[in-house]
């Protein structure tokens, strides 16, 4: 793509928009008030916003390589403290996606740079569930089923933060652990029992 079609892109959005709403760039600019916190993979092909057919305002994002929460990554820390404690949102929710680059680039045996201490965190997913993955004969449903585990993982992330702890016990949070099926499109909720693993896991996670 042409980096000058973006904005001819541009112009016809804003047109699009106007032609529905006169107000709406006005309405945009007065403020936020999403209810729903999206962790997301950066892959080009996986929008937040589109796959669920969200509007502009409705959804706060963050995307990395993987959909990791990393408790050292300030990044993700301070996107989900902003979103907890100061928009208040209502939902959490990890989505990862079936054929992952990040997730498979961390099942090789290879050097790859830089990038080595950000795949280290799902290497360790893959030795936790070791037994359950070299069980999986067919190499695409193992790779697919490390995508499944690494969501679970970076749940069970989010809610040892304090962020996470003290929204669960002053209000309603949920935390969502899904997938999305690029071959499908659809998104698949993973049903993880959060608060069953979270009262197993509070006598050494617990920061209150």
């Known amino acids: 793509m042409q980096i000058e079609q973006i904005f001819k892109n541009n112009e016809k959005w804003?047109?699009?928009?106007?032609?529905?709403?006169?107000?709406?760039?006005?309405?945009?600019?007065?403020?936020?008030?999403?209810?729903?916190?999206?962790?997301?993979?950066?892959?080009?092909?996986?929008?937040?916003?589109?796959?669920?057919?969200?509007?502009?305002?409705?959804?706060?994002?963050?995307?990395?390589?993987?959909?990791?929460?990393?408790?050292?990554?300030?990044?993700?820390?301070?996107?989900?403290?902003?979103?907890?404690?100061?928009?208040?949102?209502?939902?959490?929710?990890?989505?990862?996606?079936?054929?992952?680059?990040?997730?498979?680039?961390?099942?090789?045996?290879?050097?790859?740079?830089?990038?080595?201490p950000w795949l280290r965190n799902i290497r360790d997913v893959y030795r936790m569930y070791k037994d359950e993955l070299n069980a999986i004969t067919d190499e695409t449903l193992r790779y697919n089923r490390l995508v499944e585990l690494n969501v679970q993982e970076q749940c069970i992330n989010l809610i040892k933060t304090a962020a996470v702890q003290q929204a669960y016990k002053q209000r309603n949070l949920t935390v969502h652990g899904w997938v999305f099926d690029i071959h499908s499109g659809k998104l698949i909720d993973l049903k993880i029992n959060l608060p069953e693993i979270l009262s197993n896991i509070m006598e050494i996670y617990s920061l209150e």
């Open 14 to 116: 804003i047109a699009d928009k106007l032609a529905l709403d006169k107000d709406y760039f006005k309405k945009l600019s007065e403020g936020q008030n999403p209810e729903i916190l999206y962790i997301g993979c950066s892959d080009s092909r996986v929008t937040a916003e589109e796959i669920m057919g969200v509007q502009p305002g409705e959804v706060f994002v963050h995307r990395n390589i993987a959909n990791l929460v990393n408790n050292v990554d300030l990044s993700v820390m301070s996107v989900l403290n902003f979103a907890v404690r100061q928009l208040n949102v209502k939902h959490i929710i990890v989505c990862g996606h079936y054929y992952c680059g990040g997730v498979k680039a961390a099942m090789k045996a290879e050097d790859l740079g830089i990038l080595n």
